[in-house]
């Protein structure tokens, strides 16, 4: 039951019957437990041109999310839950409730009074303050006097750092969850968690992909799975963690990778990376 904690703490004492989706939603267990997915039917699913396909079209929402600092595009993680029904995977993506905190974080910067009052409006808002370095008391000061020209540049440090942390992170909540579950068509066996590493742009174009984090890791052994998605250059890698659940260790080994590649990955998405450089703005 591991594998769909989060739902069932998240909404205990609703009715499925004024609830379908949430019906078909737990109607996924009993499926699961009758026959859970294997890795080889995982691996069918991703490497199927249906499946690359919608892998390869979340991580062109990365870019077309992406928020540019410096003239470096910054990519945020996207996740979700999966779900295989007749040797297709659905991967629905919930929001996370920090990503558009840390927009404001951006967009409002040139007023530290209106952000500070922004952020200490909101869950989320607090959060950013309390877990970025030096945000909340530079904000302060900034709010009590006009910045001078090193303080601006100090905040504008404080901020990427912060947009480099928490927009390159996902995580969901209950309330999330349940909406989400609400508006989707659940059919078929539950897969699990996941979540995807975006592309990594350098100044050199791509970076290559960062393998699964030890949270990542930590998410998998609770979680009972926490596929993660990573681009590479040339394609890219999708990180079976279920098995680490079954050992209940965070064991990077136990790992089973399934990698896509495609001589056409590279120049396709240069061209999506140089159009959002040249139009995206904070």
Known sequence: MSLFLLALTSITAVSQAQHPKLTEYLDLTRATLENPVTHEELSLAVLSPEGAAAIRDLFERTLELGITLDNTLITPELGGEAMLHEGALTLVDYPDPVHPIVRELVALQSDPSRLLASLQATTEGRFLLDNTGGLHALLYQLSQNP????????????????????????????????????????????????????????????????????PDMHNAVELGQFLTLVFQPDGFDLYDLSDLAKLGSADLSRARVIQYRDVAWRAHFEALLRKAQGERTP
């Open 147 to 214: 910045p001078t020209e090193s303080q601006s540049h100090v905040l504008t440090d404080v901020i990427r750092r912060s947009v480099q942390t928490h927009f390159k992170t996902w995580s969901t909540d209950p309330l999330i969850q349940a909406e989400s579950i609400e508006t989707t068509t659940w059919r078929g066996r539950y897969v699990g968690f996941w979540h995807l590493h975006p592309p990594r742009v350098t100044a050199q174009g791509f970076g290559e992909g960062i393998e699964p984090s030890v």
